[in-house]
């Protein structure tokens, strides 16, 4: 019988390394740093602990830039990722011996690789916009590989990272995330073509996952749907968030869906911005969820996100459980009457609220009337009222005036695009008397004529630390221009620009009006009762 023996190869992989060869290496740099040597005689000791830190920051960075390496060549034995891990153990270690050890404030030298310990933001977002590959990111993100660098806060804003520069920054994010509490990585993929644009996306929260961020950036991305689940690993490992912007990301439906799926944990969350996308009705829906989970919301901003009456309604019930809240946006939705009605109710529970932004919502009379009611009653610190654009009459004046009268702290106001006409602007002139605080208001746009506007420019001209009046877009007679301005001539900087007013406004429309009732007076005349 032939015996056929069978020729077996066996290869040994050298990487990755065992935690127990990694943490002898840590030891190792550690008595490096603290014991006497050629380099420490020149450059100082660190003590035991200043080394051990930077001991083990030093091997974190390496392991990460070599462990990247050899992802990139998971066939070979890991050879090249052992020498890059040695060698760059060896540079920064050399980094940290010529720095010395700690030193005061007033003795720390500086350069464009080195950080005081007292530099917390690293920005990279000044300047033009610019696209940034592997070899530029090695470069600019160098400060970060400092092992004595203390950044807490990066902003990588205003650069289009490819996919080259973001594996470089991956090892270093990883190496410093424990660090962090801030990162705005907003507006950091512009004109990457959408698949490098999710890798890209991919690598920064692989890289970032289980960091413990208080606040997070992500705005200006177009993120989609893909975008937010790209983003998953970072988000669903974010138990203490308090901030979360997610401003002009193309957030449809099906991504305001994914991300109230991945952001499971917002007991903290005091700030969420949405502005800016195409959520719709349904999108509204799963953001409501989100807020609903949000109790210590201070910060709310859904402005501009196309929600109907359904979704307003929806965000009105959640905002109820926010009694927190110091500011709400919820501008240019169409909640109409019913949705205004509905956040009212909510209103009713926010004692903390400053600011109120509530524009171009389609409220009318009703929805406005219900809101200033709300307002008047729960809201005693309020500083900030916008309704405008809301097709306000002056019907509803009355009860904007007395929630007004009730905020003595207001200092900006903005009724401008209604139809308040002259009724409601001596109602509001009259509420604002007492207000001290008050700097801005803005009623242009109101069907006003000169008894109106020189009522709201008598009362306002004579406070103190009072900055703007705008009635422009009204119906001032050139008379009532004159006395305005004759009323503003020792600070007419207090009232802003008249281009848009038309003198002859309030005239075509008596005209019109009184054009109207002879044409019906005639009519009667001939009509012939059977």
């Known amino acids: 019988m032939e015996l056929n023996s069978q020729q077996r190869s066996f290869s040994i992989k050298l990487w990755p390394p065992s935690q127990n060869t990694r943490q002898t290496l840590v030891e190792r740099m550690t008595n490096n740093l603290t014991t006497k040597s050629l380099f420490t005689q020149k450059y100082g000791t660190l003590d035991k602990e200043e080394a051990e830190k ?99 806060k990066i902003c990588f804003s205003n650069r289009s990272f490819g996919l080259g520069a973001a594996q470089v920054a991956a090892p270093i994010l990883t190496s410093l995330k424990d660090q962090f509490r801030e990162v705005d990585l907003s507006d950091f993929i512009a004109g990457r073509p959408e698949a490098e644009a999710l890798d890209v996306m991919k690598i920064f929260s692989t890289a970032l996952e289980g960091s413990v961020l208080r606040s997070l950036n992500l705005s200006d991305n177009a993120l989609g749907e893909k975008g937010v689940r790209a983003f998953g690993a970072l988000l669903k490992s974010q138990k203490c968030l308090e901030e979360l912007y997610l401003m ?54 859904c402005s501009s996100t196309r929600i109907g009456t359904e979704g307003g309604v929806a965000l009105s019930d959640a905002l109820g459980n926010c009694t927190h809240l110091k500011k709400l946006d919820l501008r240019d939705n169409m909640l109409g009457t019913e949705g205004g009605i509905s956040l009212s109710k909510a209103l009713s529970k926010h004692t903390e609220l400053r600011e109120v932004y509530l524009s171009y919502l389609n409220l009318e009379d009703d929805g406005a009337i219900a809101i200033v009611d709300a307002l008047k009653e729960s809201a005693p610190q309020l500083e900030v009222l916008e309704l405008s654009g809301n097709d306000i009459t002056a019907d509803a004046a009355p009860a904007i005036a007395a929630c007004i009268a009730a905020k003595q702290f207001l200092s900006k106001l903005n009724l401008s695009e209604n139809e308040l006409k002259d009724e409601g602007a001596n109602l509001i002139s009259k509420a604002i008397e007492g207000h001290v605080q008050l700097k801005e208001v803005d009623i242009s746009a109101n069907q006003i004529t000169r ?80």
């Open 248 to 301: 002009n990301d193309g957030i449809s439906k099906e991504a305001a869906q994914a991300v109230c799926e991945l952001i499971p944990f917002t007991e903290k969350l005091k700030v969420l911005h949405f502005h800016n996308n195409m959520t719709g009705d349904e999108g509204a829906l799963a953001i409501a969820e989100v807020v609903k989970r949000s109790p210590s919301l201070e910060d709310f901003r």
């Open 451 to 530: 008894d109106g506007a020189q009522q709201l420019a008598v009362t306002v001209v004579q406070k103190a630390d009072f900055k703007l009046l705008n009635i422009d877009g009204n119906f001032i007679s050139n008379e009532g221009i004159e006395e305005l301005t004759d009323i503003f001539k020792s600070s007419p900087d207090k009232l802003g620009p008249l281009d848009e007013n038309d003198p002859d406004g309030g005239d075509m429309d008596e005209e019109s009006e009184e054009g109207s009732a002879d044409e019906l007076e005639s009519k009667m005349k001939n009509l012939v009762v059977d």
């Open 54 to 152: 930077n001991a083990k920051r030093i091997e974190d960075v390496a392991f990460a830039t070599a462990d990247l390496n050899y992802e990139k060549e998971p066939d070979g034995d890991g050879g090249s990722a052992v020498q890059l891990y040695a060698k760059e153990c060896s540079k920064l270690l050399l980094d940290v011996l010529k720095r010395g050890p700690g030193k005061k404030e007033d003795e720390v030298v500086t350069s464009v690789h080195t950080t005081t310990p007292h530099e917390s933001v690293f920005d990279i977002s000044k300047g033009k916009r610019a696209f940034i590959e592997g070899d530029e990111a090695q470069e600019l993100l160098s400060p970060l590989k400092d092992p004595g660098n203390s950044f807490t």
